[in-house]
């Protein structure tokens, strides 16, 4: 309510008023009474359990009245109370879910600390900032603990509904990409510095293999694509509808005449994401699948207002062309990757009618640890050096198996990429970026697939 208040300040005030008492009213009761809601309801706690507590809850509800009221009270709070209420415990975790609220909390002090309205008490928020650095590092893979994925590149935190974690993080990440760049700010991971549009980038990447970017080519949204799971495990849409058959259907004979029947779910829970595929990037669509088939609301919440940011404005371009419009500029690089090839590449193929002359200029812009490997991220400039306008470009190498910011990587084509969406054409002279992260100090081997030139 503390957070709504603010959507309506401006448009109906008296509303938003309103929803600042009641939140106020609901933070005091909670603070003074404290404990566990599944307490009181014993019944949701083999389901929905409070894992962590309330104490995140607590420091949540606080930072939003904060944002706001502007009032003194609760910056006093969740300083005062940000070690005794676990928000500076440390985790680097990036989970943000119906259970936990500590990412948000981390991603919103920082936020405030970027208002510039914190006052005496900037040290105590940028100690909130330094977790929420700290899980951005470890969604970048630039940290001493990364964040584990598969190995097309989704996040994996736990077995059970892992896309609810997923959605949830990727949502901070973008979150958080935003209030750097709307404060012309940049982030430091392992001594690299990370532009605000390689987060925004980074959840979308996400959010792409959730729709279908991914080595099934499948999407783990309801309705959405070619392919996309056709049983997932929901008793509403596994039941006919009503409207089909209006005989009753009881509790007991759902079960037993609905959830064993071979044919997909009669009703299409369309938008629903379910809770997608194990470490191995693998999926069994069926409806005893209650692991990676469950659908809920807190796995489709996050991605509705990912998907809202990413159509609203998507990553800004640049005069060349890069979806990335700010240079990646990475310092503390080593002396030792002066070996590392840097000179052109052209790549010179027959079309129907034209010689195709396409420079790729690949550079090393940083290199980090992780655990005992060395990683390297390569920037690349394609260059169109024809005299024609280069369209329909298809982009193809088998060593790009790490994330690639920049590039769209065609559905059911691993391999393959084509140009960032906005752009879709190639003028001649024109360049356009795009980076990777490699495990090898030496340039990958790209080729063309597909262009042409008019």
Same mark, same amino acid.
Request: contains cysteine.
């Given at each position: 309510?503390?957070?709504?208040?603010?959507?309506?300040?401006?448009?109906?005030?008296?509303?938003?008023?309103?929803?600042?008492?009641?939140?106020?009213?609901?933070?005091?009761?909670?603070?003074?009474?404290?404990?566990?809601?599944?307490?009181?309801?014993?019944?949701?706690?083999?389901?929905?359990?409070?894992?962590?507590?309330?104490?995140?809850?607590?420091?949540?509800?606080?930072?939003?009245?904060?944002?706001?009221?502007?009032?003194?009270?609760?910056?006093?709070?969740?300083?005062?109370?940000?070690?005794?209420?676990?928000?500076?415990?440390?985790?680097?975790?990036?989970?943000?879910?119906?259970?936990?609220?500590?990412?948000?909390?981390?991603?919103?002090?920082?936020?405030?600390?970027?208002?510039?309205?914190?006052?005496?008490?900037?040290?105590?928020?940028?100690?909130?900032?330094?977790?929420?650095?700290?899980?951005?590092?470890?969604?970048?893979?630039?940290?001493?603990?990364?964040?584990?994925?598969?190995?097309?590149?989704?996040?994996?935190?736990?077995?059970?509904?892992?896309?609810?974690?997923?959605?949830?993080?990727?949502?901070?990440?973008?979150?958080?990409?935003?209030?750097?760049?709307?404060?012309?700010?940049?982030?430091?991971?392992?001594?690299?510095?990370?532009?605000?549009?390689?987060?925004?980038?980074?959840?979308?990447?996400?959010?792409?293999?959730?729709?279908?970017?991914?080595?099934?080519?499948?999407?783990?949204?309801?309705?959405?694509?070619?392919?996309?799971?056709?049983?997932?495990?929901?008793?509403?849409?596994?039941?006919?509808?009503?409207?089909?058959?209006?005989?009753?259907?009881?509790?007991?004979?759902?079960?037993?005449?609905?959830?064993?029947?071979?044919?997909?779910?009669?009703?299409?829970?369309?938008?629903?994401?379910?809770? /997608?595929?194990?470490?191995?990037?693998?999926?069994?669509?069926?409806?005893?699948?209650? @692991?990676? =088939? #469950? $659908?809920? +609301?807190?796995?489709?919440?996050?991605?509705?207002?990912?998907?809202?940011?990413?159509?609203?404005?998507?990553?800004?371009?640049?005069?060349?062309?890069?979806?990335?419009?700010?240079?990646?500029?990475?310092?503390?690089?080593?002396?030792?990757?002066?070996?590392?090839?840097?000179?052109?590449?052209?790549?010179?193929?027959?079309?129907?009618?034209?010689?195709?002359?396409?420079?790729?200029?690949?550079?090393?812009?940083?290199?980090?640890?992780?655990?005992?490997?060395?990683?390297?991220?390569?920037?690349?400039?394609?260059?169109?050096?024809?005299?024609?306008?280069?369209?329909?470009?298809?982009?193809?190498?088998?060593?790009?198996?790490?994330?690639?910011?920049?590039?769209?990587?065609?559905? /059911?084509?691993?391999?393959?990429?084509?140009?960032?969406?906005?752009?879709?054409?190639? @003028?001649? =002279? #024109? $360049?356009? +970026?795009?980076?990777?992260?490699?495990?090898?100090?030496?340039?990958?081997?790209?080729?063309?697939?597909?262009?042409?030139?008019?």
């Amino acid at each position: 309510m503390a957070a709504a208040s603010i959507v309506f300040k401006d448009s109906d005030p008296d509303y938003s008023s309103t929803l600042v008492t009641h939140a106020t009213q609901l933070f005091n009761f909670a603070d003074k009474f404290r404990a566990n809601y599944d307490v009181s309801m014993p019944v949701v706690k083999d389901f929905y359990g409070s894992v962590s507590g309330y104490n995140d809850e607590l420091l949540w509800a606080a930072m939003w009245l904060l944002q706001a009221t502007s009032d003194p009270y609760y910056q006093n709070y969740v300083v005062q109370n940000a070690v005794a209420l676990g928000g500076l415990a440390g985790t680097g975790s990036i989970e943000f879910s119906w259970d936990s609220k500590y990412s948000g909390v981390h991603i919103l002090a920082s936020k405030i600390l970027m208002d510039g309205t914190t006052g005496l008490n900037t040290d105590a928020f940028k100690a909130y900032q330094t977790q929420a650095e700290s899980a951005m590092c470890s969604a970048l893979g630039m940290s001493a603990s990364p964040m584990k994925r598969t190995s097309g590149g989704l996040f994996h935190v736990q077995d059970w509904n892992n896309l609810h974690v997923v959605t949830g993080a990727s949502f901070l990440i973008a979150a958080y990409g935003d209030y750097l760049a709307r404060y012309s700010q940049t982030l430091t991971c392992s001594g690299q510095i990370v532009q605000p549009s390689e987060l925004l980038a980074l959840a979308q990447q996400q959010v792409d293999y959730i729709l279908g970017t991914n080595p099934k080519s499948f999407s783990y949204m309801v309705g959405y694509g070619t392919s996309y799971p056709q049983f997932p495990h929901h008793r509403g849409a596994s039941i006919v509808s009503i409207k089909t058959n209006s005989t009753f259907v009881a509790c007991g004979a759902g079960y037993e005449e609905w959830f064993q029947s071979p044919e997909p779910n009669p009703n299409v829970l369309t938008g629903a994401v379910v809770g /997608g595929p194990d470490q191995d990037d693998n999926y069994t669509d069926e409806r005893d699948n209650v @692991q990676g =088939g #469950e $659908s809920a +609301t807190y796995n489709s919440g996050p991605i509705v207002g990912l998907l809202a940011r990413l159509a609203g404005s998507s990553l800004s371009s640049s005069s060349s062309g890069s979806e990335l419009s700010e240079a990646v500029t990475h310092t503390n690089v080593s002396e030792s990757t002066s070996t590392y090839a840097q000179q052109n590449q052209q790549i010179r193929g027959e079309t129907d009618e034209y010689d195709l002359k396409l420079d790729i200029h690949q550079e090393l812009v940083s290199k980090w640890r992780r655990g005992k490997a060395t990683l390297f991220k390569v920037q690349c400039t394609v260059t169109n050096r024809n005299e024609h306008a280069a369209k329909k470009l298809i982009l193809t190498s088998d060593e790009l198996q790490g994330p690639v910011i920049g590039l769209h990587r065609l559905r /059911g084509r691993k391999n393959s990429f084509t140009l960032p969406k906005k752009l879709k054409a190639l @003028q001649p =002279g #024109e $360049s356009f +970026t795009f980076t990777y992260v490699s495990v090898k100090a030496r340039k990958a081997d790209i080729s063309v697939k597909q262009v042409l030139l008019e």
